[in-house]
């Protein structure tokens, strides 16, 4: 059984940076795609950024326009965890945030129908 259990959420100022987790349990293979998705009240649900399991940077990592050059999305295979490095947040960048699985190559822009697995999200607030 997969599982995935966000972490890092939290409140911050404008310009300010978070750091989430996403450990996956059960999610283990050798080619396989994670995604971070955000959703705001009465928005929807969308990614934010996404990383396959091999190739270079430049062809294995999504960012949404919005967020390039602000956040990095890493994982770590020997732990199973894929993080998202927040930073210069802004107010727009506030909501929930959902890790998301699955095994195989996602494609880019990633949607929520490409991933099979998502975590319960955690909180994250950006005042001014």
């Known amino acids: 059984q997969v599982q995935l259990v966000e972490s890092g959420g939290g409140s911050v100022q404008v310009g300010g940076s978070l750091r989430l987790s996403c450990a996956a349990s059960?999610?283990?293979?050798?080619?396989?795609?994670m995604g971070w998705f955000r959703q705001a009240p009465g928005n929807q649900r969308e990614g934010v950024a996404a990383?396959?399991?091999?190739?270079?940077?430049?062809?294995?990592?999504y960012y949404k326009d919005s967020v390039k050059g602000r956040f990095i999305i890493s994982r770590d295979n020997t732990k199973n965890t894929v993080y998202l490095q927040m930073n210069s947040l802004k107010p727009e960048d506030t909501g929930m945030y959902y890790c998301?699985?699955?095994?195989?190559?996602?494609?880019?822009?990633?949607?929520?129908?490409?991933?099979?697995?998502w975590g319960q999200g955690t909180q994250v607030t950006v005042s001014s």
């Open positions: 990383i396959r399991s091999g190739g270079l940077d430049s062809s294995r990592i």
């Open positions: 998301a699985a699955l095994r195989g190559r996602v494609s880019f822009p990633p949607t929520t129908e490409d991933f099979s697995f």
């Open positions: 059960g999610f283990t293979g050798s080619s396989n795609s």
